[in-house]
């Protein structure tokens, strides 16, 4: 086992310490096709944001067949909200197409089929599969996990496909889940974008970019 694989173990054993596992998904939804509508959503918005729309959203249109036969402006009474709306939509709507036609209604299960889906990338195949279905096919990498992979000296880039590969090399396959919602949690509590505070980091002891004295 590498020195990287050695360190994230004890950055989980602390991370899961401090802000707990098993939480609910930071979105809110009841179906596979609620968590990939939701998480299309969520691209470059904040989730309280999305939370909020959808709440009134699938309480009226809870079906993927709702969906596939809607008109964009239908969608744009509840999305508009949500930066990047109009785009957005006519993804969910052209995304919820394709799967009743081609999945039998059924949100896929694999990454190659959800990649294939408008407006679906990596990100939102891994979170949709692990929130949804309990599978870790991936690690969702996001702003967070960017920054906090970088900080934690672990990567040197903000490439998000090579951020993945690289925590997927080192990080137990079980955690691939917990590092996306642990590296979130972090980065919006003390390793902030703006500010970090790393006197109340409970990594400042192993963390390398850490500013507390050791």
């Not at 939509?89 to 081609?102: D, F, L, P, R």
Request: proline residues 5%; positive net charge; glycine residues 6%.
């Amino acid at each position: 086992m590498g020195k990287d694989a050695q360190r994230i173990r004890k950055v989980m054993s602390l991370l899961k310490r401090r802000y707990g596992v098993g939480r609910p998904p930071f979105l809110h939804f009841s179906t596979p096709w609620q968590a990939l509508a939701a998480t299309i959503l969520s691209a470059q918005a904040q989730d309280p944001t999305v939370n909020k729309a959808t709440s009134v959203l699938f309480r009226k249109y809870p079906s993927v067949g709702d969906y596939a036969r809607m008109k964009p402006e239908q969608l744009y009474a509840y999305t508009r909200t949500i930066g990047l709306y109009r785009g957005k939509s006519k993804n969910i709507i052209n995304s919820a197409k394709i799967i009743v036609k081609q999945f039998d209604s059924k949100v896929p299960k694999t990454m190659d089929e959800l990649v294939g889906l408008p407006g679906v990338g990596r990100k939102t195949a891994n979170i949709v599969l692990s929130n949804a279905y309990n599978i870790n096919q991936g690690i969702a990498i996001d702003t967070h996990c960017i920054r906090v992979s970088n900080k934690l000296g672990f990567v040197d880039t903000k490439d998000p496909v090579k951020i993945e590969k690289r925590l997927m090399d080192i990080a137990p396959k079980s955690d691939w889940r917990e590092v996306n919602h642990l590296f979130i949690d972090l980065g919006r509590d003390v390793c902030t974008a703006r500010k970090t505070y790393c006197e109340r980091c409970v990594l400042n002891k192993i963390c390398p970019s850490s500013t507390v004295r050791r």
